[in-house]
């Protein structure tokens, strides 16, 4: 059965930083892309950082480029999302989510596994 299972997260100041991880379990292989998402207002949720298991390959959406960062560690299969210089607008309900194959596509339905989320809130 496949899991995936987030920690961290929580409240902080703008400008400060925090850190999410998503553990993941019941996976045949490590050949997956896994993605972070946000949740807007309008319960709508974007993808804002994914990465290959494969070949470590990362991609970011323009909001969050240069800001955050998102890592793995196959042996511990963990995938991070290092969240710095946190904005007001970085607010909301963060989701990992898993599906196997390349990260080229960024749709919701793309995405077959999805944790449990975790909010953040960054205070101006």
């Known amino acids: 059965q496949v899991q995936l299972i987030q920690s961290g997260g929580g409240s902080v100041q703008a400008g400060g930083s925090l850190r999410l991880s998503c553990a993941a379990s019941?996976?045949?292989?490590?050949?997956?892309?896994t993605g972070w998402f946000r949740q807007l207002p309008n319960n709508k949720r974007e993808r804002i950082a994914a990465i290959y298991g494969g070949s470590g390959a990362s991609v970011y959406d323009d909001s969050v480029k240069g800001r955050f960062t998102i890592s793995q560690d196959n042996a511990k299969k963990l995938v991070y999302l290092q969240m710095d210089s946190l904005k007001s607008e970085d607010s909301g309900l963060y989701y990992c989510?898993?599906?196997?194959?390349?990260?080229?596509?960024?749709?919701?339905?793309?995405?077959?596994?999805w944790g449990q989320g975790t909010q953040v809130t960054v205070s101006s």
């Open positions: 019941g996976f045949v292989n490590n050949l997956r892309c």
């Open positions: 989510a898993a599906h196997y194959g390349t990260c080229s596509r960024s749709s919701v339905s793309s995405y077959d596994y």
